[in-house]
């Protein structure tokens, strides 16, 4: 079956330029995360999605950042006024549940700030 | 905030040998992961581990739980060269929410 999808795999951006970067989880996992991770480094907790509940939006490292997830699937995470320290790969996983399901990973975006 | 902190940080070995890498924490887990990272993708999951004291194995990769859940080591016999990548824990907690280490990043080298 499909993974999970993310789009674009890579993006350039301007600083003070809004981005949107697309999640399409597994057909059928209520669990959704975003993470943040820098070249060679661990993942930072961005935002968690669990069915209809409201998100966890703790990880949001500030109020440019933002995200929705749609009738339960498709997710996108918004980053205004984009900054040079918002550079990373943003990786996107989707899971049966919460709380110590596998989780699996898209490819990721690479977004670069210019 | 549960902080997990992995070592070392970066490992070259050569082929063969013996290696192990160890996830810490002040805090308590209700379960721990460890997923392995290459280049471009995605983590993939290795294994979960529930229960103190609990050890899986997997093929030449051991994996252990500390007994008060705070620990996780992870133990790869005779490395070959296709183990190579970022090895990264996970712990949970009961609310749901998980951390993740900073990572591992094995070379081994043929």
């Known amino acids: 079956g499909a993974g999970v999808s993310q789009s674009p795999s890579n993006k350039v951006t301007e600083k003070g330029k809004d981005v949107e970067l697309r999640c399409d989880p597994i057909s059928g996992h209520t669990a959704l995360y975003w993470y943040r991770q820098s070249l060679g480094q661990g993942l930072e907790f961005l935002i968690y999605f669990q069915g209809n509940s409201a998100p966890d939006k703790s990880g949001l490292p500030s109020d440019r950042f933002s995200a929705e997830r749609t009738g339960g699937s498709v997710s996108t995470l918004t980053i205004q006024r984009t900054q040079q320290e918002d550079s990373a790969v943003y990786l996107c996983?989707?899971?049966?549940?919460?709380?110590?399901?596998?989780?699996?990973f898209g490819p990721g975006t690479r977004l670069t700030v210019t | 905030t549960q902080l997990l902190e992995q070592s070392p940080q970066f490992l070259s070995i050569q082929e063969g040998e013996n290696l192990t890498v160890y996830c810490n924490s002040s805090s308590v887990f209700s379960s721990l992961q460890w997923y392995r990272q290459e280049p471009g993708e995605g983590p993939v999951l290795l294994v979960t581990v529930v229960t103190g004291g609990e050890v899986k194995k997997l093929k030449r990769l051991t994996f252990q739980f500390g007994d008060a859940r705070k620990d996780s080591s992870l133990h790869i016999t005779a490395a070959q060269p296709g183990d190579t990548g970022l090895y990264l824990c996970a712990g949970w907690t009961n609310a749901g929410k998980s951390t993740f280490g900073d990572g591992t990043t094995l070379t081994v080298k043929p």
């Open positions: 996983a989707s899971s049966l549940g919460g709380g110590g399901y596998e989780q699996y």
